[in-house]
């Protein structure tokens, strides 16, 4: 089956700029994750969608990102406007309904705010 | 609250040699999840293995090896005759359940492995 896919898989852009990056998850999969890893460090969860619902935002600095998950499928991040510390890999994960289940991870977009 | 520590942030050995990476976990809840990835240079974290808190039989999968002890609140990772193919950074995660709360997955900081030929 096709894993989860993300786009762009690079992106520099300057400060206050805005960026948008998009994920498909895997198909069937209900929940949907958009983790925040700056260099090394682990994945810090930023929103977690239950089909197109928001089951968990308490990280997401909501003063400049912003996610969505229309038709409980494909979903955006964004970014606007972007600080320096915004520099990090965006990686994107789904898994299925079950409480429990491990969650599958796209390749993630390397965003570099200069 | 939950936490996951993974206090070992760099390790190097010798290939062949075998490595184990340490987790520790916080949560207050009686029915939860443990994970472990690992994230090659490539960037993509690869999921390894899923153990439920109900479930302490260690596993055995190829040369990877899992301790899990509640006691203890660990789940330790063991890769028996390492190769270079195995230099990566390893995660463990942690997802606990609660009625009427959706599990969400949080990660330790990770353990840098080298492996040395």
């Known amino acids: 089956e096709a894993g989860v896919a993300q786009s762009p898989r690079y992106k520099i852009i300057e400060k206050r700029q805005s960026v948008a990056f998009w994920c498909n998850p895997i198909s069937g999969h209900a929940t949907l994750y958009w983790y925040q890893q700056i260099l090394g460090q682990g994945p810090k969860l930023l929103i977690q969608?239950?089909?197109?619902?928001?089951?968990?935002d308490s990280q997401l600095p909501k003063d400049r990102f912003s996610a969505e998950r229309l038709k409980g499928v494909d979903s955006t991040l964004k970014i606007q406007p972007a600080k320096l510390e915004d520099s990090a890999v965006y990686l994107c994960?789904?898994?299925?309904?079950?409480?429990?289940?491990?969650?599958?991870f796209g390749q993630g977009t390397r965003l570099t705010v200069v | 609250a939950q936490k996951v520590t993974q206090a070992q942030t760099e390790i190097s050995v010798v290939e062949k040699e075998d490595v184990t990476l340490d987790c520790v976990y916080e949560?207050?809840?009686?029915?939860?999840?443990l994970f472990w990835y690992k994230q090659p240079p490539s960037g993509e974290l690869v999921f390894l293995i899923r153990r439920n808190s109900f479930d302490e039989q260690n596993e055995i999968s190829g040369r990877y090896s899992w301790n899990f002890q509640k006691s203890t609140s660990s789940f330790n990772f063991t890769i028996t005759a390492s190769q270079v193919v195995d230099s990566a950074v390893y995660f463990c995660?942690?997802?606990?359940?609660?009625?009427?709360?959706?599990?969400?997955?949080?990660f330790g900081k990770g353990t840098r492995l080298h492996i040395l030929p």
């Open positions: 995660a942690l997802s606990d359940v609660l009625v009427g709360r959706d599990d969400k997955i949080i």
């Open positions: 949560t207050r809840d009686t029915t939860y999840y």
């Open positions: 969608f239950q089909n197109n619902g928001v089951v968990d």
């Open positions: 994960a789904s898994s299925s309904i079950k409480v429990g289940t491990e969650a599958f």
